[in-house]
């Protein structure tokens, strides 16, 4: 038997839907998913080098492409299962798309979010799902929600519909790879994924090893969460102690085990440095597929491209949305290669668009935090002003640390650079200068308090 055989079989041992299974969950599906647009993106090409298009999963009914997964495994359930109602958790995407299908259904339906969920994806888990869903926030990440979802199914029977550890579930996601095959004008030479839980990059790997073997596959996670990044380096799903939830769609703890053991037969590896070059020539054994890869993305430079989506293109993405795109500046892909990136997700809360602006200035070295201790002398604060700001900076932040003391002491100033660049000679006229400053840096504990 050859190792491409053997690979093959040990992935249908998983109970990853085959490319047929996919292929009926999009005549399933179809009442309530039309296909989504992949479209053309001439500025990302153009920094690129490559035809980059993006599929569009954020103009589904549910804005991501968990309405997939979560109406095909719904579709499926006996009339048993539909009366003893289902429960479910999510971070927020999923809990939408069994929202939906709970209503169009009939069904009823709990869903469990973490408390930190933000507020725009609960109150659109409540218009989809209307008076046949109850929503329960508790935890402070999927995980806890996860853990409160199956106490439920335990005590009370009903029907659980997984996120991504399920074959029903993963066969819906898969049709995302149908779609693309079929809109694009030529072959794909590599797609690019966000990943949370992993089901979505697990069963789209395994439908394009099928029907697309000389596909590149590079899943993107961020930085604060990269559990399927923490699998492969174990060789197996660990818990992560902690995460950070900014990037509240792919913020999971720990990866799901049907996802794992597929990706990692498929002989995913992890980039541990800056850019994965993709050439047509590279390939490996198995199943005859080109490189398969796991990124990591900083939550700023992630900003940043949220920010340029929707100031050049239009598009609201929410943070997992991105990730796809982010992960375009890190890869080395050859020139004229056809790249489509997913973006996954559009639910996000206009609210957080000031951290999101916030995060991407630090990121680019805009941004800067110091605590500075005025002389206690009249005009202090004008000579700061005068003397140690360069022509194109600004204060945006400025509060005395001590509240009774408002006109000389201590205060709290955040300032941002006309360049990035500027920072050296800031540093230089503060040394110079009569004024103590400490300059505040990102991700010590005292500059996670302080913003």
Do not use: W
């Not at 596959?217 to 699998?231: D, H, K, L, Q």
């Not at 509240?248 to 440095?273: F, T």
Request: glycine residues 10%; proline residues 6%; negative net charge.
């Amino acid at each position: 038997m050859t190792s491409t055989s053997h690979a093959a079989d040990s992935i249908r041992e998983t109970a990853i839907p085959t490319a047929a299974d996919i292929d009926a969950a999009a005549e399933r599906i179809a009442p309530a998913v039309s296909p989504t647009p992949l479209e053309y993106s001439a500025r990302l090409s153009a920094l690129t080098g490559a035809d980059v298009y993006l599929k569009r999963e954020d103009l589904t009914r549910v804005r991501s492409f968990k309405l997939r997964g979560a109406y095909n495994a719904m579709a499926q359930l006996d009339d048993g299962e539909r009366a003893v109602g289902v429960v479910t958790a999510s971070a927020g995407n999923h809990a939408q798309g069994v929202a939906y299908a709970c209503r169009a259904m009939g069904i009823s339906g709990r869903i469990y979010v973490p408390t930190r969920t933000p507020k725009q994806k609960r109150d659109r888990i409540r218009v989809h799902g209307g008076a046949y869903v109850e929503l329960i926030a508790g935890g402070d990440s999927f995980d806890a929600a996860a853990a409160a979802a199956a106490e439920d199914v335990a005590r009370t029977g009903a029907t659980i519909i997984p996120p991504f550890d399920d074959v029903r579930t993963a066969a819906g996601q898969g049709t995302i790879a149908r779609e693309i095959l079929a809109e694009l004008p030529g072959d794909l030479d590599l797609l690019v994924v966000p990943v949370g839980g992993g089901g979505l990059i697990a069963v789209l790997a395994a439908y394009l090893g099928d029907r697309s073997p000389h596909t590149s596959i590079v899943g993107v996670e961020p930085a604060g969460a990269a559990s399927m990044t923490a699998a492969l380096v174990a060789g197996g799903p660990v818990t992560l102690p902690e995460v950070e939830p900014f990037v509240d769609g792919a913020a999971v703890k720990r990866i799901g085990d049907l996802p794992y053991a597929v990706v990692s037969q498929l002989g995913a590896e992890v980039v541990s440095h800056s850019s994965l070059p993709l050439v047509s020539t590279l390939r490996q054994e198995g199943l005859g597929k080109a490189p398969f890869g796991m990124t990591q993305i900083d939550e700023g430079a992630l900003c940043t491209v949220m920010l340029d989506l929707y100031q050049n293109e239009g598009i609201i993405a929410e943070p997992a949305g991105a990730l796809s795109v982010a992960a375009l500046e890190t890869l080395t892909v050859q020139p004229g290669a056809t790249v489509v990136c997913l973006i996954s997700g559009g639910n996000n809360d206009v609210s957080r668009y000031g951290e999101i602006i916030e995060r991407s200035l630090v990121h680019r070295g805009l941004k800067h935090y110091f605590l500075v201790d005025f002389p206690q002398e009249p005009g202090a604060l004008r000579g700061f002003l005068n003397e140690v700001l360069g022509p194109d900076d600004d204060i945006t932040l400025f509060e005395y640390v001590k509240r009774n003391n408002r006109e000389t002491g201590a205060a709290l100033v955040g300032i941002e650079l006309g360049a990035a660049d500027g920072l050296s000679p800031l540093l230089n006229r503060m040394d110079a200068s009569r004024i103590e400053a400490q300059r505040l840096e990102p991700g010590s504990p005292a500059y996670r308090y302080l913003t």
